[in-house]
């Protein structure tokens, strides 16, 4: 493993088993990590009005148990790396900085709207994107881009570029928060040439509480996914309506491109060799 800094941004490559990726990214990225985390809690309890222990508690009770092993052991490692950098940080913290973006947005209204309040917020709408294929680009290969219209808390805190070349599955290049196993913004490629982003569905509701966490769902499809097809079976299976997106899919092998519309009770999947799809917290 190793770390190095740009321009503002920071990379790390991490390698090897769970364990290893975990305590590399808990290791070199712990200031970072202890950083959101502290801007984190009062800003949540200022703009969701529940404190750092209820999140604490949702990762614990409705999260945890639906995340696969691999990614358990992972955040576990991200714990001891930290632990060995002198932070003070456990498991259940790591959880809840992952659900980052569904736990605050879309997991608290849900709350709110059942118990008969006014939602404290609702979904985001922050990105805008587009992938592009065919006759649409100059040599007709993929072009992908996206921008991340987010806050300033969140937004100076976005600028780790992660390497990470795990055991098992594909090789993942993405940028994404310090601590969290995801991108998360989204913006990654694998090392068999899919490529992703997404734009939020602004002021999207639902929440299915038996579902599997979308971090851990991305980051899996990231991993192991080798098309288009694989990517949305993936993201489908547990689908629990956390950061609802339109996700925007490119395959470097085929040339194809594809709109992952991932709502919780809906979706829809368009997809050519020859167009471009764009999302900008719409749905379509």
Known sequence: SCRSEQNGWVFVHLEGNPEQIGYQHGYLLGAEIADLLRVCKPYLAKTTRRDWNFYRQAAEQMLWPKIEPEYQREIDGIVAGL???????DRWDIVALNA????PYYYVPWLDKKAGKTPA????GNCS???ATGSWT???QIVIAHNNWTSYMNGERWRVIFDIQPTNGYRILMDGFPGVIASDDDFAINSDGLMVT???ITQFEGWDPNGKPEFFRARKALQYANSIDAYTKIMLDGNNGGYANDWLLGDRKTGEIAQ???GLKAYKLWRTKDGVFAG?????
């Open 83 to 89: 632990k060995d950098r002198g932070k003070s940080a």
């Open 129 to 131: 994107a587009f992938v």
């Open 260 to 262: 992952l519309e991932l």
């Open 138 to 140: 100059k040599d007709h």
């Open 121 to 124: 917020g609702h979904a985001p």
């Open 198 to 200: 997404e734009t939020t």
């Open 100 to 103: 980052l973006e569904e736990l």
């Open 280 to 284: 900008s917290n719409w749905a379509r």
